[in-house]
C-alpha cells in the first residue's frame, strides 16, 4: 500500500497570505489528523476529520481550517499567515474506526512564512 | 501542560551503549506509540502497545508498556547512529496526545 501523501512538500509565502495543504491517506483510511510541528511546541494537534465530518479539533485559532472530501483526501487552510505560522504540517491517517487508532503520518510540508 | 512526559529530553550517547527512555502521564490510555522521526520528515511507527505489562521487541529495541498503561518505556540495547532521531511517544485518550520527545544522538 502506498503511503500517506502530502503536497506540496516545501512553501514560501509571506505574512497575509493563505495557504492550501493537501493530504492523501492510505487507502482504506478513513481518518485524517493535521498537526503543526514546531522546535518549541512540538507537535500540536490541529484537527480530525473522519468521513468528511470534523470529528476533534485542537486549540489553534480560525485561521486554521480544515476539510475532508469523499475520497478522505483532506486539505488544510492557513488564512491571514504570521511569521509564528512557520512549521511542519504534518498529516497522518488511521482506520477511524476508534478516535485513538494508530496514526501513520505523511513526510510533512514545511512551510515558511516570511 | 504535555498530556505525556518524555524524559529525557536529549541523549547524546556512544556507538554500543544502552539506553532508554521514557514516557510517563497521570492518564489511562487505549493503547500507546512509539514513532521515530529525522529531520525534516514526518515521524515513522515504531510500535503499538495495547495491553498493560506488555513487552514487545523490534530487532535491538525492546518496548514495554507500563501494568496500569500509563507509562512505557523503550530500551535500546547497542546503539548505533542509524538510531539516531527523535523519539515520540503518543497514546490514545479522547484524541492522540504526543509527548515533546527525546532527541536522541548516537555518535561513530
Known amino acids: 500500500k502506498a503511503g500517506v501523501t502530502q503536497t506540496p512538500r516545501y512553501l514560501i509565502k509571506t505574512r497575509g497570505q493563505q495557504v492550501t495543504l493537501s493530504c492523501s491517506p492510505i487507502s482504506g483510511h478513513r481518518s485524517v489528523s493535521w498537526y503543526q510541528q514546531t522546535p518549541g511546541q512540538g507537535l500540536q494537534f490541529l484537527f480530525e476529520y473522519f468521513s468528511e465530518t470534523q470529528r476533534n479539533k485542537g486549540n489553534f485559532p480560525g485561521r486554521f481550517s480544515g476539510r475532508q472530501f469523499s475520497n478522505s483526501r483532506s486539505e488544510m487552510n492557513v488564512s491571514t499567515l504570521e511569521l509564528g505560522d512557520s512549521a511542519l504540517y504534518l498529516c497522518?491517517?488511521?482506520?477511524?474506526?476508534?478516535?485513538?487508532?494508530?496514526?501513520?503520518f505523511g513526510p510533512g510540508t514545511r512551510l515558511t512564512v516570511l | 501542560t504535555q498530556l505525556l512526559e518524555q524524559s529525557p529530553q536529549f541523549l547524546s550517547i556512544q556507538e554500543g551503549e544502552n539506553l532508554t527512555v521514557y514516557c510517563n502521564s497521570s492518564?489511562?490510555?487505549?493503547?500507546l506509540q512509539w514513532y521515530r522521526q529525522e529531520p525534516g520528515e514526518g515521524p515513522v511507527l515504531l510500535v503499538t502497545v495495547v495491553t498493560g505489562g506488555e513487552v514487545k521487541k523490534l530487532k535491538r529495541l525492546t518496548f514495554q508498556f507500563g501494568d496500569a498503561r500509563k507509562d512505557s518505556s523503550l530500551h535500546i540495547t547497542a546503539a548505533q547512529p542509524g538510531d539516531t532521531g527523535l523519539y515520540l511517544c503518543a497514546g490514545g485518550h479522547n484524541d492522540m496526545r504526543f509527548g515533546a520527545g527525546t532527541r536522541l544522538t548516537v555518535k561513530p
Open positions: 492518564s489511562v490510555f487505549s493503547s
Open positions: 497522518a491517517s488511521s482506520l477511524g474506526d476508534r478516535v485513538a487508532d494508530t496514526q501513520y
